[in-house]
């Protein structure tokens, strides 16, 4: 029930295309979902939050849309770019602050 | 948001040996977390620390090998101790956000190789 699903586990996409990455959660007692970006050798750099409140986030290119009865989240990444090549993780927090991650995406984008 | 540091960013140890993780940030937090992340994968809560009480483990980890210090509202330690090729992994420390309900951020983590 503390799990986060997440999918796919790789994603290769041409410049400027659409990225998707999606999340599913059990437990209904998270009621924070943010996102995070990692490239390799750096800690994980938050990207995009949303609260269960909300159906969808946008800031820049990226936006979150969020399913409540599904339990479900993705992350919508718009004229993806080359450097947007890293590894995405999702999240779930609950009222105690821990933060449970998704298995993360390997994003790769090419020129 | 809060500048984190760790040190070291990386070390290479022997079998048997500790070693201590610091983390530092450069504002005052109550809450901070210890993170691992084995090699190519995702990151799992070791335990919070909470300045002024003992740290709250999670599941499969345990104080005698991960015993935890928060000294102060900015600085926290975590040692790896008897250390098994099995420890290595980047142990990342994160601290709660400044705005009311927000999440975490992360330091640069500390890059940890058992030989």
């Known amino acids: 029930q503390q799990q986060v699903k997440q999918s796919p586990q790789s994603l290769i996409v041409q410049k400027g295309g659409i990225s998707i990455i999606n999340c599913a959660y059990e437990?209904?007692?998270?009621?924070?979902f943010p996102w995070y970006q990692q490239f390799p050798g750096k800690g994980p750099a938050l990207l995009i939050a949303?609260?269960?409140?909300?159906s969808e986030k946008k800031e820049g290119r990226f936006t979150i849309s969020f399913n409540k009865s599904a339990k479900q989240f993705s992350l919508h990444i718009m004229d993806s770019q080359p450097g947007d090549s890293a590894t995405y993780f999702c999240?779930?927090?609950?009222?105690?602050?821990?933060?449970?991650f998704g298995s993360g995406t390997r994003l790769l984008v090419r020129p | 948001s809060a500048v984190i540091s760790q040190k070291p960013s990386r070390d290479i140890c022997q079998r048997g040996t500790s070693l201590t993780i610091q983390c530092q940030v450069d504002?005052?937090?109550?809450?901070m977390f210890w993170y691992r992340q084995q090699p190519g994968q995702s990151l799992t809560l070791i335990a919070t620390?909470?300045?002024?009480?003992?740290?709250?483990?999670e599941s499969g980890f345990v104080i005698d090998k991960f015993p935890i210090s928060r000294p102060n509202l900015t600085f926290s330690t975590l040692t790896v101790s008897n250390m098994s090729p099995e420890d290595s992994s980047i142990y990342l420390c994160?601290?709660?956000?400044?705005?009311?309900?927000?999440?975490?951020?992360f330091g640069p983590g500390t890059r940890l190789l058992v030989l």
């Open positions: 994160s601290v709660e956000g400044e705005q009311a309900q927000e999440t975490q951020y």
């Open positions: 437990n209904t007692a998270f009621d924070y």
């Open positions: 949303i609260r269960p409140d909300v």
């Open positions: 999240a779930a927090e609950d009222s105690s602050y821990k933060l449970i």
């Open positions: 504002s005052q937090v109550t809450m």
């Open positions: 620390a909470n300045q002024g009480s003992e740290a709250t483990y």
